[in-house]
């Protein structure tokens, strides 16, 4: 993988999950703008409607606001529910061209919309985090595809328990053996690094949002972590 240079004509796309919030968003942006020279963009994902109308939601945002303006292909940053979205755009095949993709994935977070579920039910999980939270639960964005980034596929996997995951009953041991590999959660993945952050800091941590950048700088990361 060769290096790729960062320009102001190269956007930088961040898809945050059902857990970030508008001051979320504002993190990421600001700290991106301040430490790179990518043209950075955090679409408000309307979650709460469900991961296919939010793909669909995406696609109207990226044809107006990137594909319009711009040649260059796009790196994307993909928590969660947002590398579940990239990845319906994916399955549609209605995706601009992708440089270079990094996704954080959390195996524990990743219980929680089941573990909502069973503790509240579907009404009440649906109120409280959307159609998504749902959509989640059920598991079927586990099939989808994940697309092409010749550039690289970059992993980072959350190690930390969130405060909603601790309180919900989940920790490290819920995960089985296998929900840790990474070529489980990301077939084909280029470079992994290992994070200690909880959810509950993964849009605001200087060191994981600066790993991150070196990856779309570097296609790799600077220390790894078995």
Do not use: K
Request: glycine residues 8%; aromatic residues 8%.
């Amino acid at each position: 993988m060769g290096s790729s240079a960062p320009s102001r004509s190269q956007p930088l796309v961040v898809l945050v999950g059902i857990t970030a919030t508008r001051r979320s968003r504002r993190s990421i942006a600001r700290f991106f703008d301040l430490n790179s020279s990518y043209r950075i963009l955090v679409p408000p994902l309307p979650l709460r409607r469900g991961l296919r109308s939010s793909a669909q939601w995406l696609e109207h945002y990226l044809t107006e606001t990137v594909r319009a303006q711009e040649s260059a292909p796009i790196h994307v940053l993909a928590y969660i529910a947002g590398g579940a979205v990239l990845r319906c755009l994916a399955a549609a095949a209605r995706l601009p061209q992708i440089a270079r993709v990094l996704y954080v994935r959390g195996p524990v977070q990743e219980l929680v919309a089941a573990a909502m579920i069973r503790r509240y039910g579907r009404l009440l999980a649906w109120l409280l985090g959307g159609r998504s939270m749902l959509d989640l639960a059920d598991g079927w964005p586990r099939s989808l595809p994940f697309p092409a980034a010749p550039g690289g596929q970059g992993l980072m996997i959350e190690e930390g328990v969130s405060r909603l995951a601790h309180f919900l009953g989940l920790g490290v041991d819920s995960v089985p053996p296998a929900g840790w590999d990474p070529a489980s959660l990301l077939p084909n993945v280029d470079a992994v690094l290992r994070v200690p952050e909880s959810h509950d800091e993964v849009y605001t941590s200087p060191t994981l949002l600066g790993a991150a950048l070196r990856f779309f700088e570097q296609g790799r990361f600077e220390e790894l972590r078995p």
